[in-house]
């Protein structure tokens, strides 16, 4: 077996295509797919040539198998188009990546899988992993770099992530047409910086849900997911609703702690990193960020004393008290980061 492997392994790795020192992250991505492919493709071929030749011929069957596979492999994960065709390409959590190559012949992208698909993105991937089609749409960002519609984040080509990306805004119940980050408030203005959300365990971002959407310049409150397109036509995601006040108490428990353990030391760690990274994003002021600190910490102290009256441990019905006042806590400092009280009207800078 270790010889079979050997010689598997040998025959991969002659076969394997050299990456160049310097390589951007285009032309990284589709390497580290073709040696995959090669990897797979001789390991699987040399299996096959192992079975097929006679029993006093193995090594021969096993050699040649693993070429054969080898080469069809590295074949196969090789794209019909390269980089420099490229809009962009999206990687395996379905997040886009800007290409960092000049997109004015692109002609297409790569998908999670890395095929080379013709034309831009007209679609999305959803927090299933399913791709939902949509409208063919997008916008060149600052770098000139193109990004679908349906991206509320993306990486730069610089490799940077944009949280709260949008092709425009409302302003006034006006479009205001143009590429730019942020978020709306409870009341529907745009504040400009970071959208609320975070990467949970699988490194999917999982951004804040809406407030609600502006449907014909006029703001439609209740919580939901979407986007909208270049003419400033909210686009729900595939199978996100609207919320009401009840639905949305419910549901919120599991959005704010998604990624995040049951534990209550877990949680309140979590939300201590949370306050102070609002802070100092200015997405919370000085006074509801020392407000929400105060509360963690007489949180912090029931949860204590609550362990030393039981050998160290919580209780079910203690652990069900601490997480509550967590949950809402944690809904308070979504509340604040959200509405306007820092500058009457207007944008927030």
């Given at each position: 077996m270790n010889k079979?492997?050997?010689?598997?392994?040998a025959c991969a790795a002659a076969l394997l295509p050299t990456a160049a020192m310097a390589q951007d992250r285009c032309a990284q991505q589709q390497h580290d797919r073709q040696v995959a492919g090669t990897v797979i493709g001789a390991v699987a071929g040399a299996v096959i040539g192992n079975q097929v030749a006679g029993r006093n011929d193995r090594t021969t069957g096993t050699v040649a198998g693993a070429v054969v596979g080898g080469v069809a492999g590295n074949y196969i994960a090789r794209s019909t188009a390269d980089c420099d065709r490229a809009y962009g390409y999206y990687d395996r959590n379905g997040l886009w990546h800007a290409?960092?190559?000049?997109?004015?012949h692109a002609s297409g992208y790569f998908d999670r899988?890395?095929?080379?698909?013709?034309?831009?993105p007209n679609g999305y991937y959803a927090d299933d992993g399913r791709w939902y089609e949509s409208r063919d749409d997008g916008y060149m960002d600052r770098d000139g770099r193109w990004v679908p519609a349906s991206s509320t984040g993306y990486y730069n080509s610089r490799g940077e992530w944009m949280a709260g990306t949008a092709s425009g805004y409302y302003a006034n119940g006006r479009w205001v047409a143009g590429p730019t980050r942020g978020y709306y408030d409870s009341r529907g203005t745009w504040i400009r910086g970071d959208a609320p959300g975070r990467f949970n365990a699988s490194g999917v971002w999982v951004a804040d849900a809406q407030p609600g959407y502006y449907d014909d310049?006029?703001?439609v409150p209740g919580e939901t997911r979407g986007y909208y397109d270049t003419r400033g036509q909210w686009v729900s995601y595939r199978g996100y609703?609207?919320?009401?006040m009840g639905e949305r108490?419910?549901?919120?428990r599991g959005?704010?702690?998604?990624?995040?353990?049951?534990?209550?030391?877990?949680?309140?760690?979590f939300l201590e990193r949370r306050i102070r990274l609002m802070q100092s994003q200015g997405t919370l002021s000085r006074?509801?960020?020392?407000?929400?600190?105060?509360?963690?910490?007489?949180?912090k102290r029931f949860d204590s004393n609550m362990r030393r009256q039981n050998g160290g441990r919580l209780s079910a019905m203690n652990s069900r008290a601490v997480n509550a006042r967590l949950d809402r806590l944690a809904r308070t400092v979504r509340m604040d980061a959200r509405d306007d009280d820092r500058r009457p009207g207007g944008e927030r800078n």
């Open positions: 079979f492997m050997w010689v598997a392994g290409n960092d190559r000049n997109v004015d899988d890395g095929r080379f698909i013709e034309g831009r310049g006029r703001w609703t609207q919320t009401s108490d419910r549901d919120d959005d704010m702690w998604r990624g995040v353990g049951a534990g209550t030391r877990e949680r309140e760690q006074r509801e960020g020392a407000a929400a600190y105060r509360e963690l910490q007489e949180i």
